[in-house]
């Protein structure tokens, strides 16, 4: 027999209007859409709609005091929007720009993101690889995309000069950094700190790996010489 879900979407928290603010209805919408066509699509289990708000879009939205006024930033491995639609829709002031490869799930997002009416998102198909030199800013958000290590492969590059990582992570961010902390050094890491976003609209607060990059510059064969 069939497992059935709910499929009704769920009622927001009281924490959310203490996110989104006046932006509340957007952020609705977003949840419904989720529910609907994001499940239909495949861009979200059907078992996820009845935490759609918790372990989703609040959890995401709540992290967006990483960021200061006015920041560009490039959600990598976005997938249904998350971290960077639920971003966008909590901050009007960002410049969110979405990097996505699977060609279904940027249409889906092309037309989230026009629905929702969001004229501060940009939808990028392609791998983060893809995009260096192309696309950059000075912060990068991922959410479930890689392990740290490879995650700041992707994203270091696209980072604009100093810039930081921004990685989502469970309770796996400490050991992920100190087991990869060699690797991250190389590519620039100046500082690293766990930070915890949220702790009075959720019951469990969402942890961010925070990895701030000096990207390494080869001196020319010029300098070398001096
Ligand atoms: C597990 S999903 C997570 C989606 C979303 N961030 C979330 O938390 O719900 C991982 C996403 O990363 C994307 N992805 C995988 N490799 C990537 C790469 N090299 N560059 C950009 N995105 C990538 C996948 O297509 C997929 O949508």
Not at 22 to 27: C, G, I, K, S, V
Not at 46 to 58: A, G, I, M, Q, T
Not at 61 to 90: Q, R
Not at 95 to 102: A, R, T
Request: proline fraction near 7%; glycine fraction near 8%; aromatic fraction near 4%.
């Amino acid at each position: 027999m069939d497992e059935e879900f709910v499929t009704e979407p769920p009622a927001a928290p009281s924490g959310a209007a203490a996110v989104f603010g006046d932006r509340m209805p957007t952020a609705h919408c977003f949840v419904e859409i989720l529910a609907d066509t994001g499940v239909s699509h495949g861009l979200i289990g059907p078992r996820e709609v009845p935490r759609l708000w918790e372990r989703h879009v609040l959890n995401c939205a709540v992290i967006e005091d990483a960021f200061p006024e006015d920041a560009k930033l490039i959600d990598v491995g976005s997938g249904a929007g998350l971290p960077g639609v639920a971003l966008a829709i909590a901050r009007l002031d960002l410049d969110v720009h979405l990097v996505e490869p699977m060609q279904r799930r940027t249409e889906w997002l092309t037309h989230t993101v026009a629905d929702l009416g969001l004229e501060n998102v940009t939808v990028h198909r392609g791998r983060a690889e893809e995009f260096v030199g192309v696309l950059s800013a000075p912060f990068v958000t991922a959410r479930a995309v890689a392990r740290i290590g490879k995650l700041a492969r992707w994203c270091v590059p696209l980072l604009s000069g100093p810039g930081t990582l921004v990685a989502m992570k469970g309770r796996s961010a400490h050991e992920e950094l100190e087991s990869d902390r060699r690797e991250l050094t190389k590519m620039g890491l100046v500082d690293a700190s766990v930070n915890e976003h949220g702790a009075t609209v959720l019951e469990e607060p969402t942890l961010t790996l925070d990895l701030a990059f000096t990207p390494k510059v080869r001196p020319s064969k010029k300098s070398k010489r001096h």
